[in-house]
């Protein structure tokens, strides 16, 4: 993307993203991995790859970013398909210090990857 420090590189082979994605998985159990700016010209596969590395978060629609997302709809199209449930979301009312701002709740039932798999 113009203007950050990586303009101009080579693309990132796919099987190294997700390479990646399994070595933040590994090295932080307990983090959230999130996969975030590109995923538009990510095919449903590869977000699948990455969602079984380890990943468990994404950034729902285009708020707080620079580059597109894909479209609400094909993201919950996605984790249907995946068998994935997105996590319960608290979104801070307009009048408040950060008004808008998401924050998802991690609790002890959560598997210790993190995401929110369907039963």
């Given at each position: 993307?113009?203007?950050?420090?990586?303009?101009?590189?080579?693309?990132?082979?796919?099987?190294?993203?997700?390479?990646?994605i399994?070595?933040?998985?590994?090295?932080?159990?307990?983090?959230?991995?999130?996969?975030?700016?590109g995923?538009?010209?990510?095919?449903?596969?590869?977000?699948?790859?990455?969602?079984?590395a380890?990943?468990?978060?994404?950034?729902?629609?285009?708020?707080?970013?620079?580059?597109?997302?894909?479209?609400?709809?094909?993201?919950?199209?996605?984790?249907?398909?995946?068998?994935?449930?997105?996590?319960?979301?608290?979104?801070?009312?307009?009048?408040?210090?950060?008004?808008?701002?998401?924050?998802?709740?991690?609790?002890?039932?959560?598997?210790?990857?993190?995401?929110?798999h369907?039963?």
């Amino acid at each position: 993307m113009a203007g950050t420090p990586l303009h101009g590189s080579a693309e990132l082979d796919p099987f190294e993203f997700v390479r990646m994605i399994a070595v933040a998985r590994i090295a932080m159990p307990r983090s959230m991995v999130r996969l975030s700016a590109g995923r538009e010209a990510m095919s449903d596969e590869l977000q699948a790859l990455c969602f079984l590395a380890g990943a468990n978060s994404i950034f729902y629609g285009d708020k707080l970013l620079t580059t597109g997302n894909p479209e609400s709809e094909r993201d919950l199209a996605l984790f249907a398909r995946l068998g994935l449930q997105p996590m319960a979301v608290q979104v801070d009312a307009e009048g408040h210090d950060h008004g808008g701002t998401v924050h998802a709740d991690i609790s002890a039932d959560t598997p210790a990857c993190g995401c929110a798999h369907a039963a």
